[in-house]
């Protein structure tokens, strides 16, 4: 078998093209936002041609980050549910902590990615909401402005923790992975150890199957 054939895709152009402008725009939000709430950082601001245009920047990426979180919500929901052995996936640490033998076979994404893509939604939406609050604040009581500011810079930390896990965990906590959102193959022995119910429901696949089960 040669290492073409070993090959196996696991993410579609649409998907990996929904991850990069999620993320890219997340990140050039994140770096923006950290211009404008620490000044001692000015020289973020100097980068990006002053603070009148890095605001621009700053809310025409949240405009991305909005419409693909809203485009990923839709596209990744029905993976992203939770199932009954998540919970035992959970509770033997998904085999990252020690070693386990009788891990529960995992089909498109385990109960950590789940957790992640559901924590993004959230944490996202707050976001999206107290943004569209602070592009406009005169517009809203001022204790809605004040919560909204807060509740950016809030969810902003949270999600930016789960972002530098997601990182790790994408690259150097599980080599192979990163292929996924590049190239969107990755091995058969990765597919193995980290979704083996969605590889043995592709190896059974055949085309028209459904028409001849209906």
């Known amino acids: 078998m040669s290492a073409h054939e070993n090959l196996i895709k696991v993410t579609d152009a649409e998907e990996r093209i929904v991850h ?5 725009s997340c990140l050039f939000c994140l770096i923006t936002g950290l211009g404008f709430m620490f000044h001692s950082w000015s020289f973020i601001a ?6 009148y245009a890095m605001k621009w920047m ?5 405009i991305v980050f909005m419409a693909s979180l809203v485009y990923s919500y839709f596209m990744w929901k029905k993976d992203c549910e939770f199932e009954p ?3 035992q996936w959970v509770l033997k640490g998904g085999g990252y902590l020690w070693e386990v033998k009788d ?8 109960a950590g990615q789940k957790a992640f893509f ?7 939406a707050v976001i999206v909401i107290s943004g569209l609050i602070m592009w406009n604040p005169v517009f809203y009581p001022v204790i809605a402005a004040r ?9 902003v930390v949270v999600l930016g923790s789960f972002i530098v896990v997601h990182i790790y965990l994408g690259t150097a906590g599980n080599p192979g992975t990163v292929t996924a959102m590049f190239t969107g193959q990755v091995t058969r022995a990765w597919c193995e ?8 429901e592709r190896d059974n696949y055949k085309p028209g199957q459904e028409k001849e089960t209906a």
Not at 103 to 110: E, I
């Open 58 to 62: 700053h809310i025409f990426s949240g």
């Open 118 to 124: 559901w924590i993004l939604v959230a944490c996202g």
């Open 147 to 155: 919560f909204a500011y807060m509740l950016h810079a809030g969810a």
């Open 20 to 24: 990069w402008l999620l993320a890219g």
């Open 46 to 51: 100097t980068l990006f041609g002053g603070y």
């Open 85 to 87: 052995s998540d919970l």
């Open 103 to 110: 891990l529960p076979p995992v089909y498109k994404y385990n």
């Open 193 to 200: 150890t980290h979704c083996p119910r969605w590889l043995a």
